[in-house]
């Protein structure tokens, strides 16, 4: 403080040395002046007086709002604009106002002093923003979202989860995953001040120098993907940056001896290696990077990223398989499959077929090559997978185990993303056959919620084909746990959008529910051990980043009564729900 004082009084006596000169030069010139000169001056003084005080008055006051930290460069300037219609200032006022009183007044009388606004600048259209939610489900769930957030701002703010029950936090990779994940949840909820938070951590303090092994799947969908996704709705440059950083660390693990990439690596001295568990990579992880390298690609204009990933999917593409189903272990030394690992549509499996599809749309529908892999697995779905239960011919899609031989009626609750992909593809053209496999898929998945009291589904669920149980469908108790996972709510809003069948929004209304009575605890939400009990569901203390990410975005956008609030003509959603743009053009 003392220092400042200083300074100031420095300054201070040296203004004083010119100061005593003026005045005594301009009362002389000021003397000489004529009455008439005198009263010219007097009266233009006036009216520049007046006309200022004018226009200071007319300034709206909601224009000088507009810069925060979300749009930073050359966007900022474009925030000033502001349009008659209410509607228009709220969509796309990410930055303008954080007042919900706006929205709520239809007449729009608190919109005078902005309505008058001449200086209109449309902002770049490239970028995109979000109502605010119109429907009371919406709502909920948006309330929902911030009860989560506010455990894990108060308890875990930096790191990857909140462990609810005991107020802590639990790290995987140590670069606070869930806010990661969340920045384009809140910024389709429109959620401002938390996704202003949010965006700041990111800048100030995310950090890839860090000594650890990180998976490269899980953080390519999750961290690559969830910075891509918010860069592609808001063009904010640190994001980007982010994520360039990132993939350039990663690019190492694509630097074995085939070029299937290895499963982990360390992000400081970049050393990529097998899992330590196994000598092999997960089929599903190493197809399930695709989409988040090429549209890196295309927005730095350098092919390196696309490249590496595109040369997996074509050694792949070149293997031999079973109708188009593919074991769940590759080994990226010999670039082959594992022979006698499983086949299935759940954990491991499940997104190779999820990438097919979505990497033909993102194209352009231009790898084709991966849209005939896709429509001959399900073929190979069809043939050797899918099967009815007894009593009640429920259709669910079982495994192949021992390379191809044995059949196990088992499904992971992961394998009820299928319906919503199948009929993304339907809708793209593929035949119209799979949308009937979607519909009685559909059915099964919301069984195997519906038949629990917790109105949750357990994370594995076995089904009876020969009738040695009186049940479709029944749990073993080391399989009954619920992670709060997303897939069926997925297929739900893909269902929805394309068939506008509101059925759909009611079972993930009840399922919604079930998560509000189950696991919804005082700082957040947890997983559960157990959706059979509804006395004891043995909570396991732990949310994990997915369900801010993922269930409670597909839920919002699946109340919305806007089926297209996110078209899927415009976007292509990675496997953790970060949206891209389909096509190199619509960047
Ligand atoms: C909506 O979906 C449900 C569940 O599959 C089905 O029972 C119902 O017939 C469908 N309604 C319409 C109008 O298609
Ligand atoms: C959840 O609680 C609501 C409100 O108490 C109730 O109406 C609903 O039936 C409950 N659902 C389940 C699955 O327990």
Not at 39 to 66: N, Q
Not at 350 to 357: G, R
Not at 535 to 543: C, E, G, I, Y
Request: hydrophobic share 35%; aromatic share 12%; charged share 25%.
């Amino acid at each position: 403080m003392f220092g400042r004082g200083d300074h100031i009084s420095l300054n201070l006596s040296e203004d004083k040395v010119p100061l005593k000169k003026k005045p005594l030069k301009l009362r002389r010139q000021w003397n000489q002046l004529s009455k008439c000169q005198k009263t010219l001056i007097y009266m233009s003084s006036l009216i520049l007086f007046v006309t200022m005080f004018y226009l200071i008055s007319m300034e709206p006051k909601e224009a000088v709002i507009s810069v925060d930290t979300t749009l930073r460069n050359s966007e900022k300037n474009t925030l000033g604009n502001i349009r008659n219609d209410p509607r228009d200032v709220v969509e796309n006022g990410v930055e303008l106002n954080n007042d919900n009183q706006v929205l709520e007044d239809p007449e729009g009388a608190n919109m005078n002093n902005k309505v008058d606004n001449e200086q209109v600048v449309e902002p770049p259209k490239n970028i995109i923003t979000f109502p605010d939610p119109t429907t009371l489900r919406q709502k909920a769930v948006v309330k929902a979202f911030k009860h989560a957030w506010k455990g894990y701002r108060q308890f875990a703010w930096g790191h990857d989860h909140l462990k609810p029950i005991s107020e802590g936090y639990h790290d995987w990779f140590g670069l606070g995953l869930t806010i990661i994940d969340s920045l384009d949840t809140m910024y389709i909820m429109n959620l401002k001040d938390e996704y202003n938070e949010a965006r700041n951590w990111v800048e100030k303090h995310l950090n890839f120098d860090i000594n650890r092994d990180v998976n490269l799947f899980e953080i390519t969908i999750r961290v690559l993907g969830g910075l891509l996704s918010i860069y592609h709705f808001t063009k904010d440059e640190v994001y980007l940056k982010k994520a360039t950083d990132l993939a350039d660390r990663l690019l190492p693990c694509f630097e074995s001896e085939s070029g299937i990439p290895y499963s982990d690596i360390n992000l400081f001295t970049r050393k990529a290696h097998a899992p330590k568990w196994s000598p092999d990579s997960s089929t599903s992880e190493v197809t399930t990077i695709q989409l988040e390298f090429r549209y890196l690609s295309w927005l730095t204009e350098n092919p390196k990223y696309e490249n590496v990933v595109t040369k997996v999917s074509q050694l792949v593409h070149r293997l031999e398989k079973t109708d188009g189903l593919v074991p769940i272990f590759i080994n990226a030394n010999t670039g082959q499959f594992r022979v006698y690992s499983t086949i299935t549509l759940g954990a491991r499996g499940d997104s190779y077929y999820e990438y097919l599809l979505k990497q033909w749309i993102q194209s352009d529908k231009t790898l084709e090559y991966l849209k005939n892999d896709y429509v001959e697995s399900i073929s190979g779905v069809e043939k050797h997978l899918a099967k009815r239960t007894v009593p009640n011919g429920f259709l669910f899609v079982g495994e192949l185990l021992g390379g191809a031989k044995d059949f196990k009626p088992k499904m992971d609750h992961l394998t009820c993303y299928l319906p919503g992909t199948l009929a993304l593809g339907v809708h793209n053209g593929l035949p119209d056959s799979h949308m009937k496999l979607a519909e009685d898929l559909m059915t099964t998945c919301y069984q195997t919620y519906a038949q629990q009291p917790t109105f949750l589904a357990p994370e594995i669920t076995y089904f009876n084909i020969q009738g040695e149980n009186s049940n479709d469908i029944y749990v073993k108790s080391n399989d009954a746990h619920n992670l709060l996972r997303p897939e069926f709510l997925e297929s739900l809003w893909y269902m929805y959008q394309l068939t506008g069948n509101t059925t759909y929004q009611d079972w993930g209304w009840q399922i919604f529910q079930g998560f509000e009575n189950y696991t919804r605890v005082v700082n957040g939400y947890t997983s559960i051990g157990n959706v059979k009990n509804t006395a004891n569901v043995r909570p396991k203390d732990m949310m994990e980043s997915f369900f801010l990410s993922e269930t409670l975005k597909y839920l919002y956008l699946l109340f919305s009564d806007d089926p297209k609030l996110l078209d899927i003509d415009k976007f292509v959603i990675n496997t953790e729900a970060h949206p891209f743009p389909i096509g190199k053009a619509n960047l």
